[in-house]
């Protein structure tokens, strides 16, 4: 019970220290799990593990095969997970380049580490591609906290974040498919009968995957499974399918959780986004236990497997010259640029599906005497944990040798999509500035889109907004919404974040009746609230600029302004373009030279800076 207990606790630790640290997961669980396992018979006085997984005399968590049942288990609620994230919509999407590095650059990587793997430690073809094979995924829990502190163009933040959610799904089923390759023949891979097996696997795991998701989306959308049972059945429903899938074919049991979950996540359910922070949340428990267990169950005699200068020759090979490769050859000629094609090179940290499955694989080829399969395990854990640390240490000081970190960033987020933040957000977007709206309104963020805007449906109460990487570059805020209260939340809690140049929001109806009160965060103006707003954008749907002379016309311009509501300055744009938000005490402006506008919503001036009739 101590032990269980522990393991628990120590896991849940462990993610708040990767969190509260910015670092992947994955490291301080695994290095965890190290020091209560394998690292702990160096210092504990009868040599033993702090925590044994495996049944042993008085000691151990599970008994027999117990370890395994529960690996494969959590494994596959795991990749259940992440095949629901696969959208076909998206991938058709994404653009070229992602989806070269998820099918080219794939192929690069599960040729070129099979072949370092086979001549650096004269394994098999066979285990040497399962190798290769479970380092083919990256991962978005091991990218994101890497890149969520690293300022970075949207193209580079976007190609990352893209390869590791696609990828995780496809090097998944890669990997079960050569594993169950090797599997079915017992040594004999490559004989008739074990094609006529390897075919059973992909018939069975396919059809149970296929109709048992279909069967599951039939029962949410007739309302068969009340909506409080719907994640627990979801949950048995995935386990059945595991367990049935591998009676009918041994080992199909991975490919139909996968094909499961591809497919549900590809119907129009209504309560998939629920369903899928159930499986989120699931996966971070069971990740937390696994990981410790994983690295726990590995002997001193395991690292020592690796302890060599082959595995260094390895590491550098795939680190330094196959990810390399295989970018380039994915992002030739595309609109990157050469600094961005080697930061996206350099960054590349192997993850949770690829350690969890390679603990799995492992143990299973090490019962059937496969020669070589001691291997596997230790070869991935040291991938995954080299990869990690080494981009977890250097991609920020990498990413600023060659020029790709942002040194002052220049994207907007405004919280809000109405028609005004979309005026805004398109004239922004038309003088070449990244902009994002958000919203809770799926119409708005409908209508955002249709526009050419980028609109992300987002609660600025949730924490989510703030794992998104693509918003790295994004150094002001401006909350644009008709609630006071919102618009106030939403600069409490992201300033620091999104709002490092400037933080806005717009006058309350309180400020407007009592401008001693204004907000040093003030938008636009202590005259205007989003009412007044909302219905200049009504009547007058239009941007326009006016040149500025000297400070002398800028003043009769903003008097002009305060005198009809209909004008309601928003932005300053000097001679080089630059865009400057309008805060609520712009009368103090000063343009310094010729050459400046003066950007406003509304009514349009005359020449002179008469409004027009």
């Given at each position: 019970m101590l032990e269980l207990a522990g393991i628990i606790i120590l896991g849940i630790i462990a993610q708040w220290v990767a969190w509260r640290l910015k670092l992947p997961a994955i490291l301080p669980l695994i290095l965890i799990g190290l020091l209560v396992g394998p690292i702990a018979t160096l210092y504990t006085e009868d040599g033993s593990k702090l925590i044994e997984p495996i049944w042993n005399g008085t000691k151990g968590l599970f008994p027999g095969d117990g370890l395994y049942y529960f690996v494969s288990l959590a494994i596959s609620i795991i990749l259940f997970e992440g095949g629901l994230t696969l959208k076909r919509a998206e991938i058709a999407t994404v653009g070229p380049v992602i989806t070269k590095l998820i099918t080219l650059g794939t192929l690069v990587t599960f040729f070129g580490a099979g072949v370092a793997a086979h001549y650096f430690f004269e394994l098999s073809w066979q285990i040497s591609f399962l190798f290769s094979a479970l380092i083919i995924v990256t991962g978005p829990t091991v990218i994101a906290p890497i890149l969520r502190n690293i300022p970075l163009k949207k193209d580079v933040s976007t190609v990352l974040k893209w390869e590791g959610i696609l990828i995780d799904p496809i090097g998944a089923l890669v990997a079960v498919l050569v594993f169950e390759f090797i599997s079915v023949g017992e040594g004999q891979a490559f004989t008739k009968t074990a094609l006529i097996e390897f075919g059973k696997i992909l018939l069975f795991g396919t059809t149970f995957g296929f109709t048992f998701a279909h069967a599951l989306a039939f029962a949410i959308k007739r309302n068969f499974i009340p909506h409080y049972l719907l994640n627990v059945v979801s949950l048995s429903v995935v386990l059945l399918v595991f367990v049935e899938s591998d009676l009918f074919a041994h080992e199909s049991g991975l490919l139909a959780v996968v094909v499961m979950g591809m497919v549900l996540g590809n119907m129009n359910l209504p309560n998939l986004k629920e369903l899928l922070y159930f499986k989120e949340s699931l996966s971070v428990l069971l990740i937390s236990i696994l990981f410790i267990l994983l690295a726990a169950n590995i002997n001193i005699s395991d690292m020592r497997l690796v302890y060599n200068w082959n595995s260094a020759l390895l590491f550098a090979v795939i680190v330094f010259i196959i990810r390399p490769i295989g970018v380039f050859l994915s992002t030739k000629g595309?609109?990157?640029?050469?600094?961005?094609?080697?930061?996206?090179?350099?960054?590349?940290?192997?993850?949770?599906?690829?350690?969890?499955?390679?603990?799995?694989?492992?143990?299973?080829?090490?019962?059937?005497?496969?020669?070589?399969?001691?291997?596997?395990?230790?070869?991935?854990?040291?991938?995954?944990?080299?990869?990690?640390?080494?981009?977890?240490?250097?991609?920020?000081?990498?990413?600023?040798?060659?020029?790709?970190?942002?040194?002052k960033s220049d994207g907007i987020l405004i919280v809000g999509a109405s028609k005004v933040s979309r005026l805004i957000g398109n004239y922004l977007r038309k003088n070449n500035r990244h902009v994002v709206l958000i919203d809770n309104n799926q119409t708005n963020v409908d209508k955002a889109k249709k526009e050419g805007l980028e609109a992300l449906t987002a609660d600025i109460y949730s924490d989510t907004l703030t794992d998104n990487i693509e918003l790295n570059d994004v150094g002001y805020l401006i909350a644009l919404t008709a609630n006071t209260d919102i618009n106030t939340f939403a600069l409490n809690k992201f300033e620091k974040q999104f709002g490092e140049n400037g933080a806005f929001r717009l006058a309350s109806t309180d400020e407007i009746n009592h401008p001693e009160n204004i907000s040093s965060n003030g938008l636009f103006s202590p005259s205007y609230d989003f009412i007044k707003m909302a219905e200049t954008s009504e009547k007058y749907p239009s941007i326009h600029e006016i040149d500025i002379k000297d400070k002398e016309h800028y003043d009769i311009l903003i008097q002009t302004a305060g005198e009809d509501l209909d004008i309601i300055p928003i932005f300053t744009k000097s001679p080089k373009g630059v865009i400057d938000i309008m805060p609520s005490d712009y009368k103090d402006f000063n343009p310094n030279g010729e050459g400046y506008k003066l950007v406003y919503l509304g009514k349009e001036f005359e020449p002179e800076g008469q409004v027009s009739q």
């Open positions: 595309s609109n990157l640029k050469l600094n961005e094609r080697l930061f996206i090179g350099w960054v590349g940290p192997r993850g949770i599906v690829a350690a969890g499955i390679a603990s799995l694989f492992g143990s299973k080829l090490l019962i059937k005497g496969e020669p070589g399969a001691e291997y596997i395990t230790p070869l991935v854990f040291m991938i995954v944990l080299g990869t990690v640390l080494l981009n977890a240490t250097t991609a920020r000081f990498f990413a600023k040798i060659i020029g790709v970190f942002l040194k």
